[in-house]
């Protein structure tokens, strides 16, 4: 029982018999079945499924949940174990673009806080709000992995780094005017289609 008198069943065992099956496009079975066959146990697909469940309801929902857990054989809880600890699974709905600042050291030794600061103050937005039109959202996360370039965030699924505020002001504006495709289809198994003629690095 939680500090707000909730009841939460964990279901250790298995699946839990009363979740009715959930099923996703025909693509998507298919992939799902092709990237488990990869791994000598079926458990260890559960990152990549959980990308397909959320590139098809746009966020990890209870339904996404339970297609990879019945897929997998696993319980619903532990797959939540996992979505809830990486970032880059989307516990609430974001923006087109979502813009995850990293805020780790050596990013906020470099200029995090700028960057975050300046997105504050240019999209009018908090962590973890959404803009009303739906283009825009940001949130500070911990460490992506790109140290040696910092200050950096990761729009969708693509990489920016080494950012000033001019930087990030050229960026936004072909964002806004392009609409790239910043996304990586686990389906499809490629990236979008990105800011052309402009190599995410060296933006301006
Ligand atoms: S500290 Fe920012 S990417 Fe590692």
Redesign the pocket.
């Known amino acids: 029982m939680t500090d707000n008198g909730q009841v939460f069943h964990i279901n250790t065992r298995g699946i839990s018999p009363t979740t009715a099956p959930v099923v996703l496009p025909e693509e998507s079975e298919r992939r799902a079945q092709e990237i488990i066959k990869q791994y000598p146990q079926a458990r260890s697909a559960i990152m990549p499924l959980l990308y397909i469940t959320q590139e098809h309801f746009g966020l990890i929902t209870q339904a996404g949940v339970d297609w990879v857990a019945q897929k997998l054989s696993m319980p619903p809880v532990q797959v939540w174990e996992v979505a809830t600890f990486y970032t880059m699974y989307y516990k609430k709905p974001v923006g087109r673009y979502h813009i995850q600042v990293?805020?780790?050291?050596?990013?906020?030794l470099r200029g995090?806080r700028k960057v975050s600061e300046f997105l504050h103050r240019h999209l009018g937005l908090a962590p973890g709000e959404v803009s009303k039109d739906g283009l825009w959202s940001f949130e500070e996360v911990e460490?992506?992995?790109?140290?040696g370039t910092?200050?950096?965030c990761q729009i969708n699924d693509v990489f920016f780094e080494n950012l000033s505020e001019e930087k990030l002001t050229a960026l936004l504006a072909r964002i806004e005017k392009e609409k790239p495709d910043l996304r990586f289809s686990t389906v499809r198994d490629e990236l979008g289609a990105g800011l052309s003629g402009c190599p995410k690095s060296e933006i301006i």
């Open positions: 990293c805020r780790t050291l050596p990013c906020a995090a460490c992506l992995g790109s140290c910092a200050p950096m």
